[in-house]
């Protein structure tokens, strides 16, 4: 028998409107999984219905509608379509979208805000793409105190508070999780403290400073984290509670949202992690923890460096010109020096063993 999944959830739920029925996880899983779009067709001030913002984002070229983490975006679209033919989700206000890709700073970030039916606000926190840097940024979460997304995140939820009067949900799906508890966080307190929930679907951790803070703190209650089975994403680096939930799929493939599985509007859940799931978060967390500071940026930096090495922006590139890849990496190893290509070996080393 098949297992209930979003699309599953948007043909039962779908019929009412959010004022008829509040918000709850998995509209928030949707809402953030919509953020994976790019709606740069839509004016970023004016708020335009959910429907003709898609009927201009299906005007757009294939390789720019589907353009994002490559397993999943044209799952995406499709969901993105289906909810148009329902009332939950067809006259939601689209607004206020931001994308930023750079990488001089190192970072990638686009975030978009929807305005409900029942009076309040969902911003949405895009999740790692398929860009280099983007994965760049991502793992300069081990040793840096505050990534540029981060410090971007807080920009966007302090200006959406000011120009948007109505009470807040802030999401996102990977990355994106953690940004809405990073932005969650350090708004100021008059608009923090229209905050309703912040969700976090399968977002990797902060360092343990962080989670004891007293901004953290404040608003912990308010916090919702989702971490699959076994999923690793979602355990990275150090965490608060979390719940615990089934997908269809296994290990790194339950990182995927669509494989989740939902019962009504709830999550199917379980008591605690798989085996494999707690092995792997051990390992994973092990490693990070073996290394120093310093350690962690030089071997992030040293393996970016090969990669970049090929001239390739996204991971599909690196798909495509595989052998040309390939030989552009092995050449800049060799070019490395003698003290590098050690250190890289040491690390890869710990990774592996």
Known sequence: M??????DYLKWRGDLTFAQSAPNEVDALILSILAY???????????????EA???????????????PCL????????????????????????????????????????????????????AFRGT????????????????????SQVEAVKYAEHTARQVNMPLRLGGHSKGGNLAIWAGTHLKPEYQQRILAIYNNDGPGFRESFLKSDIYLSVRDRIFSYVPESSIVGVLMEHDEYITIRSANSSILQ????????????????????F????????????????????REEFVENVYDILASSDAKTINDLDKTKI???????????????????????????VFF
């Open 2 to 7: 098949k297992k209930a999944d979003i699309f």
């Open 37 to 51: 779009l790019d709606f740069s067709p839509v004016d970023k001030h004016k708020p335009v219905q959910f429907r």
């Open 54 to 68: 898609m009927r201009l984002i299906n005007e757009m070229p294939d390789e720019v509608k589907y353009d994002g």
């Open 72 to 123: 999943i975006m044209h799952s995406v679209v499709e969901l993105a379509n289906a909810a148009t033919a329902h009332p939950r989700f067809q006259e939601m206000g689209v607004c206020r979208f931001v994308d930023i890709t750079e990488e001089e700073r190192e970072i990638q970030f686009a975030a978009v805000t929807f305005l409900l039916s029942d009076n309040t606000a969902f911003l």
């Open 129 to 148: 793409d398929n860009t280099l840097v983007g994965w760049k940024e991502d793992l300069n979460m081990s040793f840096t105190e505050e990534i540029p």
């Open 255 to 274: 990182h995927n949202p669509f494989s989740w599985m939902i019962l009504g509007p709830h999550f199917v859940c379980r008591e605690g992690r798989s």
């Open 276 to 295: 494999s799931g707690r092995k792997f978060e051990k390992a994973i967390n092990t490693w990070i923890s073996s290394m120093s500071v310093e350690e």
């Open 324 to 350: 040309k890849s390939f030989l552009s990496m092995q050449k800049t190893f060799r070019e490395m020096g003698v003290k590098k290509q050690t250190q890289l070996l040491l690390s890869l080393s710990k």
